[in-house]
């Protein structure tokens, strides 16, 4: 009975009543309990003021809290006789007012704010549940510690009993307490993630401050998975809100956290369908350009572990999926990484490829997103197969889901190697003949990237046993266009042009070359069907084949293919060619005769021409067959006209950056993947094509081409030969060419360094001051030429903006509070981010200057 009285007791005593217990001691975190009862309001007040004016130096945000929290009139409030409306908004002011102080949760100043809020608002028992999750994410210090023991913690059934020890002992909480009493109280991780979600709702653009809140939160939810032997509804509940609302959030670090989480908790536990869809809705829906590798992977975990309850991917998954634009590149980024994205792969192609047969309203769009897939993303051999017999089966069969479709370890290699394409006539559907044109077209685009794969799954095709009907398909799906009545002898030469088998390539281009005349005089699909083999041919790996080709005469070939498209067509030529001189020496001569004929290039964008015919003028020193070429392309009319020569030493009078820069971009689309030989001459030439007194504008879109074209994944060699493009290498001090022409050819502003208030000048100094430092700090010791050159880049940039040593100091000192800086300004969504690297780096710069300055100093007084 006692007991119980105790217990009713307990639960009866408030904040209200246990304020008042002891006069002769006071709750303090600065000082001990007697000493802080000795300090009347006025002393704690005055400092808190001190510390809530420390915390506005540091971030202006804290002076909203000055007339409320902080306010001459709050000396005198009485929390436990004020109503309940009152107290309700004062909860809500103290909790705005902790996340805002979170980052900066282990300075004095804090310290200072929170002993005010102690002694005036009682937060330790009016706020419990906000102070412990404030205090949480630096449980391994001290300063928690004092924070815990000014706690009043009723006995074993109050809420925050599980501190009970940390107030007893004075130790700091072990991480692995935390993670148990998480994993046996699931409204622990609820409770914090909705004290996060706020958080990060309250600081919008500068939430990604909160990196020990979100890292507390990401640890103590992935510690509890990991310990769980099975992972139960209630705990997916518990954190499902807070993950979703994090997959979307605008701070970089919420959505990384969410990521792990995720990753760990689709490995551990099996999700709903919807749930599922909502998470790769949120991935595809990407905020973060740095993330975009991260999304991809974890979409395609989530595949993996989670087949059977996703099934076929909906019709609302599918379309936010087709409208992420970057989803491609970064697939075929995530391949060329190792990574195996074929389960994803599969998946988005069977979904699409299933709403082409069914001619959907987004029909278009789906055919243009399977044609994105195949650009951006190189297979491997079984890969392709896979892929491959993937598209066939899906032109066969209705209704076709990504479970129909084949893995990559299926074991497709039986002895007989005959494949049934399901012969039942039911089965199967005519297709309309633009579905079935796009069917063909695909399938060329797969047989020309990935020829062994193609024949392969084609040859065990044919093998099939299957319909008459579905034969018909067949051939109109792999006739690439072959419907049309031609000779018994045109017709083997059309299906021999796409043979896998080099000889018969040659002849049958040979055969349409000799007889091109008869052939295009047979009618309009007769010269369609030329043309688009000879296109095709252009495009062949075998510089046999394409030398047959070059054999027509140049204005045949511009009346046939086109101006525009045949000059397209041989500049990815020229790539082939330069990458290796000896193998394509006898086309080479003939290439540039055809990109300077006055035929070809008369009325069109000469920019492309001077595009392809660039780098031939930079020919190794060992290279005799790349200095023949050379000068070739010297003695040209073309050369002599628009004085190319000029281009060989970098002078670039004659060129518009503007409009090279534009047919650059077009050219090369979006994507990011492309051989070193193509990054290297282009950047150079748009870069060295920039005028005297550049205008900003220009030059910072100049500088964004060259970043994009150096993004990829390439390695790079020690050297600043470019000898090492043919090997996809590229030279190590590349970036530098970047730089120096910027430079040289752009005038700064060069006032005071404002990161609050960035101007274009600003940003443009940022970025390249970033590139260059970056580059420099990432190479080895052991390349100490290269590592010096980039030293001595950045001292140029530094004394061309900044000619006086202090100005230097005061440029690079501006980065050590760039953490606590909001850009302002009306197009501050491209301010440049000041990553953490970056100040780190900077900080070193300075040291090493002020060293250097202190050396010159010494040496001028002995």
């Not at 070429?629 to 670039?652: C, G, H, P």
């Amino acid at each position: 009975m006692s007991t119980s009285l105790a217990a009713q007791l307990q639960r009866l005593a408030v904040p209200a009543t246990s304020a008042l217990y002891d006069s002769r001691k006071k709750p303090s975190i600065l000082f001990d309990a007697q000493a802080a009862a000795g300090k009347d309001r006025e002393v704690i007040y005055d400092i808190g003021i001190s510390g809530l004016q420390e915390l506005v130096q540091l971030n202006p945000a804290f002076l909203q809290f000055e007339d409320t929290l902080f306010g001459k009139t709050s000396i005198d409030l009485q929390r436990s006789v004020e109503n309940k409306e009152l107290n309700r908004k004062l909860d809500a002011s103290i909790r705005k007012f902790f996340f805002h102080l979170s980052p900066y949760f282990m300075l004095q100043p804090a310290h200072k704010c929170l002993e005010w809020l102690i002694r005036r608002y009682s937060i330790h028992e009016f706020n419990r549940a906000d102070f412990v999750n404030l205090i949480l994410p630096y449980h391994e210090t001290l300063i928690f510690v004092r924070c815990v023991q000014v706690l009043h913690i009723a006995g074993k059934n109050d809420p925050f009993a599980w501190l009970h020890g940390v107030k007893k002992s004075g130790a700091p909480l072990a991480k692995k307490s935390i993670v148990n009493h998480a994993a046996g109280s699931l409204g622990f991780l609820r409770s914090y993630g909705e004290f996060l979600e706020q958080a990060v709702a309250e600081l919008d653009n500068r939430a990604n401050v909160l990196q020990a809140m979100i890292a507390f939160y990401c640890t103590t939810t992935i510690g509890v998975l990991d310990g769980a032997d099975q992972v139960g509804e209630n705990l997916v509940v518990a954190i499902i809100k807070t993950l979703v609302k994090g997959l979307s959030s605008k701070a970089l670090d919420f959505t990384a956290a969410s990521y792990m989480i995720v990753g760990h908790l689709v490995s551990k536990a099996t999700l709903a369908k919807k749930t599922l869809e909502k998470i790769l809705q949120r991935l595809a829906v990407q905020m973060h350009p740095s993330l975009t590798g991260n999304a991809v992977m974890l979409m395609v975990l989530i595949l993996q572990t989670q087949q059977e309850q996703i099934g076929e991917l909906s019709d609302a998954v599918i379309a936010t999926i087709m409208s992420a634009k970057w989803l491609p590149q970064a697939l075929g980024r995530v391949k060329q990484e190792g990574v195996s994205v074929v389960t994803l792969l599969r998946a988005v192609l069977g979904k699409c490829l299933s709403k082409i047969c069914r001619q959907d309203e987004d029909l278009e769009l789906c055919k243009r997103f399977c044609e994105g897939l195949l650009l951006e993303i190189t297979l491997t051999e079984d890969e392709a197969r896979v892929v491959i017999q993937s598209v066939l089966d899906s032109y066969f069969h209705k209704g076709t889901t990504a479970g129909d479709l084949p893995s990559a370890s299926d074991d497709r290699s039986s002895s007989s190697e005959i494949i049934s394409l399901d012969s039942d006539e039911e089965d199967f559907e005519r297709k309309d003949e633009c579905v079935t044109r796009w069917y063909s077209d695909f399938l060329k685009a797969l047989e020309n990237q990935y020829p062994a794969a193609f024949d392969r799954v084609v040859k065990r095709t044919m093998r099939g046993h299957f319909s008459q009907n579905k034969r018909n398909a067949l051939r109109n799906v792999l006739g690439f266009l072959m419907q049309a009545s031609y000779s018994e002898q045109d017709t083997n030469v059309f299906e021999n042009l796409f043979h896998y088998d080099v000889d018969r390539r040659v002849d049958a281009v040979r055969y349409l070359v000799q007889n091109f005349q008869n052939i295009s005089l047979k009618g309009e699909g007769n010269c369609d069907l030329l043309k688009d083999s000879l296109k095709e041919r252009l495009e062949d790996d075998n510089c046999d084949v394409i030398a047959e080709v070059l054999k027509l005469d140049a204005g045949e070939l511009v009346k046939l293919i086109g101006k525009d498209e045949l000059i397209t067509k041989l500049v990815k030529l020229s790539l082939k060619c330069l990458r290796d001189t000896t193998r394509w020496e006898g086309i080479t001569p003939k290439l540039i005769n055809l990109l300077t004929d006055k035929r070809l290039y008369s009325g069109t964008n000469l920019n492309k021409v001077i595009i392809a015919i660039y780098p031939f003028l930079f020919p190794d020193e060992d290279d005799p067959i790349g200095a023949a070429i050379a000068k070739q392309v010297l003695a040209t009319e073309f050369s002599r006209k628009y004085n190319v020569l000029m281009l060989s030493v970098n002078k670039m009078e004659n060129v518009d950056c503007q409009s090279l820069l534009e047919t650059l971009e077009e050219m090369l689309g979006t994507g990011t993947h492309f051989h070193a030989i193509q990054v290297c001459f282009n950047v150079l030439l748009v870069t060295s094509s920039l005028p005297k007194e550049a205008p900003l504008p220009l030059a910072t879109k100049v500088l964004d081409f060259a970043l994009r074209m150096l993004s990829g994944k390439f390695k790079y060699a020690p050297s600043s030969s470019l000898s090492c493009l043919k090997k996809n290498r590229l030279p190590m001090d590349i970036h530098v060419i970047v730089t120096g022409f910027l430079i040289d050819r752009v005038q700064f502003e060069t006032g005071h360094l404002d990161l609050t208030n960035q101007t274009n000048s600003l940003r443009l100094q940022l970025k390249i001051f970033a590139l260059l430092v970056e580059r420099y700090f990432s190479i080895k010791e052991e390349h100490k030429t290269v590592k010096t050159v980039y030293g001595k880049e950045i001292s140029k940039f530094l004394k061309k903006l900044y000619p006086e040593p202090e100005r230097r100091v005061e440029f690079l000192l501006g980065f050590y509070s760039a953490h606590l800086i909001e850009a302002a300004g009306d197009d501050s969504k491209d301010a440049v981010v000041i990553p953490p690297e970056l100040q780190v780096r900077a900080f070193r710069l300075v040291n090493a200057m002020l060293a250097q300055i202190c050396e010159y100093f010494l040496r001028e007084a002995v």
